[in-house]
């Protein structure tokens, strides 16, 4: 079993939805982190979490260390948001989850 | 302030032959790390240097290495290389240690690396 699992894989909605990816862990953790990674690799930070709730624009992060479990909400959801988000968590070491694959339909 | 530069930026080697990548991370950052992007295996952490000390390592045989110079900059050599190790590398930096750390790390472009 990964240590750090995220779901779902894929999801394609429609503009304007509100999108909601999931990451489960089973370490013991300092922090947590949420990532996007648009097509070409390059890979942008957008929340890093030790306990609550964070807010970005139209991203939210939320995580509750004693359920193991992070989520990374997106309001209003629009095409430029189609990217890999992923989940990684750190202690000494870091881990990454596999990635959730989001698509937006216009 | 300039970003997380990498070179090169793809890179098509051989099997056998050994390969250097290079990092630079932003300025006055003094932690680099590296990880290795597959389809397979989505991201891995490589290592991590810290002040041209090694700090932590993740689970890849010692044809992986890597060092840091005196102004930050990291290098990391794969050796002899095989198919599998055809990856995009990324290196990320931040102003100090990540690990146990409330620091954020900003990462480079990557290099594509495909082994032939």
């Known amino acids: 079993k990964n240590e750090v699992e995220q779901s779902p894989q894929n999801l394609t909605a429609q503009e304007g939805e509100f999108i909601t990816i999931n990451c489960s862990y089973s370490?013991?953790?300092?922090?947590l982190h949420w990532l996007q990674q648009h097509p070409g690799g390059g890979i942008v930070s957008l929340f890093m979490?030790?306990?609550g709730k964070k807010k970005h624009g139209r991203l939210i992060a939320t995580i509750n260390i004693q359920e193991k479990h992070s989520s990374l909400h997106i309001t209003a959801s629009h095409p430029r948001d189609s990217a890999v988000y992923i989940c990684?968590?750190?202690?000494?070491?870091?881990?990454f989850g596999k990635g959730t694959r989001l698509h937006i339909l216009p | 302030k300039a970003g997380v530069t990498q070179t090169p930026r793809y890179l098509i080697k051989t099997r056998g032959q050994q390969v250097t990548l290079s990092c630079s991370p932003i300025?006055?950052?003094?932690?680099v790390s590296w990880y290795q992007q597959t389809p397979g295996q989505g991201l891995q952490f490589l290592f991590e240097?810290?002040?041209?000390?090694?700090?932590n390592k993740g689970n890849f045989p010692g044809r992986f290495s890597g060092r840091q110079f005196s102004n930050s900059r990291s290098e990391m050599n794969v050796s002899t290389l095989e198919l599998g190790d055809s990856a995009l590398y990324l290196c990320?930096?931040?102003?100090?240690?990540?690990?146990?750390?409330?620091?954020?790390?900003?990462f480079g472009p990557g290099t594509r690396l495909t082994v032939t």
């Open positions: 990320a930096s931040s102003p100090r240690p990540t690990s146990g750390s409330g620091y954020e790390q900003y």
């Open positions: 370490v013991g953790i300092s922090a």
């Open positions: 979490l030790s306990s």
């Open positions: 990684a968590v750190r202690d000494d070491k870091i881990i």
């Open positions: 300025s006055g950052h003094r932690s």
């Open positions: 240097y810290f002040s041209e000390t090694q700090r």
